[in-house]
């Protein structure tokens, strides 16, 4: 078997190689198409000046270009670079600058806005139909000696202030989460799994061909986020398993509720635990007759932590039980560990006992200066506050860097927005700190209103359930909340926009 993400297409390829590997809006292939198809892009990537440890910079929609790309890079011992479609300019520029690709994938309109960062760092733009082209002319690439420890790709994350950082990981980090995944929840080609939320993010690409492959399932890549795309892309290709984030749910059981026949070849849905209320998983049980499956995970992990087990066990609040190749315990700000159900920040290391012992590893580090720097040691810090139970159920609390010090008293925006979200007529809400000359900080909250409630209501809900000093004190109302590409409320700028809402 080749090492690697090289050799996880290769057990298919021996037992079903004629099986549908992935699917996308373009059309289909099996295994055996999507290996030669990658070698194609490999060799084609060569051609174009990508080589191993460089830089390949992708900002494509999902389809069956991304997955190709993506397997031909990983073939050549290349470092894969994920930039949204949805960014900004600036903010493609700022990426472009800071890991300094070789090569960017991209469509005509974006190479033509990022010109000027693509030629301050020496690189060139191709689109998916020159990759094409160039796959359809191309020969062999030559061989790669593949280092499964050696960086792999870079995932800039969102952060809540200041400028993305570029968690780098390996070929071993990148592929652990989809054989854990597999192995624990008894996967095999069944499996059909579709994800809508852009393969740019690497966390997806772990989540969908590197898991799929390790199954022999079907990745099915989704262009659609919208409820009435979802419910197309789940009916006609049958899916059985789907990750969606909690405003495509909300969606689904208010402003467009789809006929449950078209759902019904799902198994599972997934979510991430933090920001789906329990009333909003009542009421997706109630209409489609399925749980929604709480998880944790974060960008440095890679991806997931903790999920709740297949079947019906859930603990209310909870994300899911930690998975068997992890080790997470909580620690104090002094930095000493503390016991199980202390609360503290949450921790991750490798498994010490079982199967799984010792085969996790930290990411390799941040991506600075043209190289990896800051490599972490275990336990690796999350950022994260939270409590791991002694039957291994995490819940989390919040995220430590959000925390609002309000005349001493420290205040998780998490708890706040968990009481807003209960609230009907609450699409979405972002709880944060405000500037305060005698108390510090001041709690302030943003909330993306489905109906007439009145900022009162809320505020007496906040009362009813929050100590006095939680209650927010400043208000505003928005048509929506910014949000990242995985649906998380993206926290900088927060501030203007409450002074704009006229609180």
């Not at 560990?337 to 949450?346: F, K, S, V, Y």
């Not at 810090?381 to 919040?398: I, M």
């Amino acid at each position: 078997m080749r090492a690697g993400i090289p050799g996880v297409l290769d057990a298919a390829l021996r037992d079903r190689p004629e099986a549908t590997a992935v699917i996308g809006r373009s059309g289909s292939l099996s295994y055996v198409e999507l290996d030669a198809r990658a070698d194609a892009a490999a060799a084609a990537l060569w051609d174009l000046g990508l080589r191993p440890g460089a830089r390949l910079a992708a900002t494509l929609p999902n389809d069956l270009d991304v997955v190709v790309a993506f397997h031909g890079a990983m073939r050549l011992g290349a470092i894969w670079v994920g930039i949204g479609e949805a960014l900004a300019a600036p903010e493609k520029h700022h990426l472009i600058r800071d890991c300094e690709p070789s090569l960017m994938l991209a469509s005509p309109s974006v190479i033509e806005d990022c010109g000027a960062a693509l030629a301050a760092v020496g690189a060139h733009g191709k689109s998916a139909e020159d990759l094409r082209t160039a796959m359809s002319a191309a020969g062999s690439a030559p061989s790669a000696e593949i280092d499964p420890d050696a960086p792999a790709g870079i995932a800039y994350t969102s952060g809540t202030t200041g400028v993305p950082k570029g968690i780098v990981h390996s070929q071993h980090n990148l592929l652990l989460p989809g054989e854990v995944l597999v192995a624990s929840r008894g996967w095999g080609p069944a499996l059909r799994k579709g994800d809508c939320l852009p393969l740019t993010i690497l966390n997806l690409m772990v989540l969908t061909t590197l898991l799929t492959a390790q199954a022999q399932g079907c990745c099915i890549v989704m262009d659609r986020r919208d409820a009435d795309g979802i419910a197309e892309w789940i009916e006609r290709e049958q899916v059985t398993h789907w990750n969606g984030v909690p405003a495509q749910l909300h969606d689904l059981v208010t402003i467009k509720q789809v006929d449950p026949a078209r759902l019904a070849s799902l198994q599972e849905v997934w979510s991430g635990g933090g920001d789906c209320p329990d009333a909003l998983r009542e009421r997706f049980a109630e209409v489609y007759g399925l749980p929604i499956r709480s998880t944790y995970g974060l960008t440095e992990a890679p991806t997931v932590v903790s999920i709740d087990p297949v079947g019906g066990e859930r603990r209310p609040g909870a994300s899911g039980r930690v998975l068997p190749h992890l080790w997470v315990q909580t620690r104090r700000d002094d930095g000493t560990m503390l016991p199980r159900d202390a609360e503290g920040e949450l921790c991750l290391s490798a498994r010490a006992d079982g199967e799984w012992a010792g085969r996790w590893t930290p990411y390799l580090g941040v991506w600075r200066d043209g190289g990896v720097v800051d490599a972490p040691t275990q336990p690796v810090a999350t950022g994260d506050y939270g409590v791991v139970d002694s039957e291994g159920w995490l819940t989390v609390l919040d995220r430590i860097k959000l925390l609002i010090v309000r005349g001493g008293a420290n205040i998780y925006p998490a708890e706040v927005e968990r009481v807003l979200l209960a609230q009907e007529g609450v699409a979405g809400v972002a709880v944060f700190g405000v500037p305060d000359e005698r108390l510090g900080e001041r709690v302030a909250a943003l909330v993306e209103l489905q109906s007439d409630i009145e900022i009162d209501t809320l505020a007496a809900s906040c009362r009813d359930q929050l100590a006095d000093y939680k209650v927010p004190e400043r208000w505003g109302v928005v048509d929506k909340l910014p949000r990242n590409a995985m649906g998380k409320v993206v926290r900088t700028g927060l501030v203007d926009l409450l002074e704009e809402s006229g609180s």
